[in-house]
């Protein structure tokens, strides 16, 4: 079955530290891979993707993930964290209908 | 603007009053989608849609309806709501079933059932 792991439900940093979001997946064939952020009261934003090409992803607001297909993961990362960075995360890869499979979200607390 | 609209944007109703939450999109997507976000689940996709007249149930379809009569609208209608029901709603589209393009979401409905 095709399945998504955000093994943390809430990851904490100081400010100007860098942060990363881990996620995992399980998915037959290529992974379509996506990063969404969900700020209060708002619907989910996307923030980057991975199709295929190069590993590093680069997406907005400074974030960038990296496809590791041996680790089958795809962590967030943004080198210097911002309070306005504090959101809901989540994780989703497309499984072979083109249904998007979300993780269980993970939640970025950045401290000041 | 490119986006995703949903109406209302909070609900509180009782047991057993049909209601209907509409979602609109002005992109001129063929794909349309709901999901219900709870803590500790994540989404999950309720019913999709792939085109006009074109809808399939998603991982959690029971209790919901929807329905496709026009290409940016995709109304869900709960018949007869029920407590474990009160969840947050979203509505998303996207260019069509294989695309590759960016899914986009609407602000959410929070629905609450008594």
Known sequence: AQSVAQPEDQVNVAEGNPLTVKCTYSVSGNPYL???????????????????????VKGSYGFEAEFNKSQTSFHLKKPSALV????????????????????????????? | EAQVTQNPRYLITVTGKK???TCSQNMNHEYMSWYRQDPGLGLRQIYYSMNVEVTDKGDVPEGYKVSRKEKRNFPLILESPSPNQTSLYFCASR????????????????????
């Open chain 1, 34 to 56: 996506f990063w969404y952020v969900q700020y209060p009261n708002r619907g989910l934003q996307f923030l980057l993707k991975y199709i295929t090409g190069d590993n590093l």
């Open chain 1, 84 to 112: 306005s960075d504090s959101a809901l995360y989540f994780c989703a890869v497309r499984d072979p209908t083109d249904k998007l499979i979300f993780g269980t979200g993970t939640r970025l607390q950045v401290f000041p």
């Open chain 2, 19 to 21: 209601l209907t939450v």
């Open chain 2, 95 to 114: 260019t069509d079933k294989s695309s590759t393009d960016t899914q986009y979401f609407g602000p959410g409905t929070r629905l609450t059932v008594l």
